[in-house]
């Protein structure tokens, strides 16, 4: 795991990448119970009979499903060391790219874009791309802006 120390690691790290988290498993379970937080229970999430017949051959995880693992993984992957509040400030852009089948293996990339200095902080805009193991195509790139405010402001 990459540990940004203080504010000039965190401006030199902009355009580079942070690193690549762990494999995690998309189950039905944790699918099931994203539909049970959320109330989304479509179909093609949590009905394994009817979704062979469907698009996708078997259940498929929500789009914000995958979105949502973004704290877990990147929690493996670097963290923001030192006296700081992280904010979410927005996300930019988001695009489910291809659709993560049930048992799935994801893990997510993630790259420093953007670094700019504010009178309380920092404030980073990331790219994560969430990948499928044995898929040539990501199946999620997100741009997440996340403000950094000391705490001793």
């Not at 000039?8 to 580079?16: L, N, S, V």
């Not at 988290?21 to 379970?29: D, F, G």
């Not at 699918?31 to 009979?49: C, K, L, P, V, Y």
């Not at 953007?114 to 990501?138: F, N």
Request: charged share 25%; proline share 2%.
């Amino acid at each position: 795991m990459r540990v940004l120390n203080d504010r000039r690691e965190i401006a030199a790290a902009e355009g580079t990448e942070l690193g690549v988290s762990e494999w995690v498993q998309v189950t039905q379970e944790r699918i099931n119970f994203f539909a049970d937080a959320t109330g989304d229970r479509q179909w093609i999430h949590i009905d394994s009979e009817r979704a062979t017949e469907g698009p996708f051959g078997k259940t498929v995880a929500h789009g914000y499903l995958t979105l949502s693992l973004l704290p877990f993984l990147s929690a493996q992957v670097f963290a923001f060391a030192g006296d700081v509040a992280r904010v979410n400030y927005g996300i930019n852009r988001v695009r489910f790219v291809t659709a993560v089948v049930v048992d799935s293996k994801v893990r997510k990339r993630v790259e420093v874009l953007k670094v700019r200095d504010m009178a309380k902080g920092q404030q980073v805009t990331l790219r994560h791309t969430i990948e499928i193991k044995g898929s040539d195509k990501p199946a999620c790139v997100a741009e997440t802006v996340t403000l950094l405010m000391d705490a001793d402001s």
